[in-house]
């Protein structure tokens, strides 16, 4: 065989190279599979299988015959818990009582954080990084610890504000029925004012130093750049701060528990929808502790797909708008 007849011929090294790499291409596709994997489960396990079980627990009405003496048991109602629970003043003022909460605090948590954030990123800032610390300590604080601090800020025995104003004939009703919403409100912004600022402020920092610098050779002022340039640069970290604060709202129950035994009534046992499932959990009326919870995840639910709508329109109108001023 000649010289060019070899340089021609593959050797088996070649040869057996492409079945190699196809049998690691075989596999490649599996790889993400076995990494994802065990989130899955666990996310199953753990999140979707519980929220499964609440949904059919809800659809049971507990019964009870004779005297109480006799075990209780679990007939299909699907409609029952879901009707009386609408019907139930007690849970339906506590999800007034959380939407008003909300409604209120939500806002003012955010305007918190992110001029704060605004005000850490700004050139003349000094000590950033104790700042940033500072704010963020209080996140840095179990929830049930914050309250319990706060509580013996409200106490009517130990309170350092109503001392420093009892000269002066003045006491702040921590507890009476129209503040004791917004002392738990403050407990809450206090907690989690410096997390959303966190959050606001690592999307600060990734605007580019050519569109500030642009801004400020136009002209602009640092609060015109901060109102015009950059808000709207960091409205989609605004957004996920406003949803995590949304469903946190929902969620409220360490902050009033640990505040009920000193609040002399006036945060009930179903202050907040949670509180009201949780009471009727300690009653032994599991399926309307999860028709509660269904109800309120529905709401929840329902709630930020509006806000995400209502959120992204500007968003998804901008092509449109170029479109129109193009063929005009």
Known sequence: MSDLALARKPSSSAAAKPARIRGRGTLGWRAPLLFLGPFFLL?????VAPIVYAAIASLFVVKRSGLGLAAPTQVFAPSANYARAFSDPDFVHSLGRVALFGVVQVPVMLGLALALAL?????????????????????????VSAALVW????STQSSPIN???KPLGLQVPF???????????NIV????????????????????????????????????????????????????????????SAQLFNEPTVLQPISGGAISSTFTPIMSAQAAVSAGDYPYAA????????????ISFVFF?????????RPRVAQRKARA
């Open 189 to 248: 912004t206090w907690s989690w004012t410096g997390y959303n600022m966190i959050i606001i402020y690592a999307a600060l920092q990734s605007i580019p130093a050519e569109v500030l610098e642009a801004a400020k050779i136009d002209g602009a002022s640092p609060l015109r750049i901060a109102w015009s340039v950059k808000i709207p640069i960091v409205r989609s970290a605004i957004i996920l701060t406003a949803v995590f604060s949304i469903i946190g």
């Open 175 to 185: 507890f009476a029925d129209g503040t004791v919403l917004w002392s738990v409100a």
């Open 163 to 165: 001392h420093l104003l």
């Open 309 to 317: 709508r209502l959120t992204n329109r500007p968003e998804r109108e």
């Open 43 to 47: 996310f199953a396990a753990m999140y």
């Open 291 to 302: 028709a509660q919870s269904v109800i309120l995840a529905v709401l929840v639910g329902m």
């Open 151 to 154: 509580s013996f800020m409200y």
């Open 119 to 143: 005000l850490i990123d700004s050139k003349s800032a000094r000590g950033k990084g104790f700042f940033r610390l500072s704010n963020f300590l209080p996140y840095a604080i179990p929830g």
